[in-house]
């Protein structure tokens, strides 16, 4: 959901078009809701993108070295 952040697993199924979410009620098209998150997303403080982005980058590797 753009507006609370809520994650509804039910819109992984393709076939779900619109949903409502179910913590703060609004009704969302699918397709909309997606372009609105990415847009955040490629608009938050640099600094917070490339924080969030080395946070996940370290994860990957975490994990690749554990797997060796």
Partial sequence: CHVCGTKNPETK???VREWICAKCKT????DRNAAINIWKVGHQPSLERYSKTC?????YRFIQESLH
């Fill in 27 to 30: 009704s969302h098209d699918r």
């Fill in 13 to 15: 199924n393709l076939a």
């Fill in 55 to 59: 946070y996940l980058v370290g994860k």
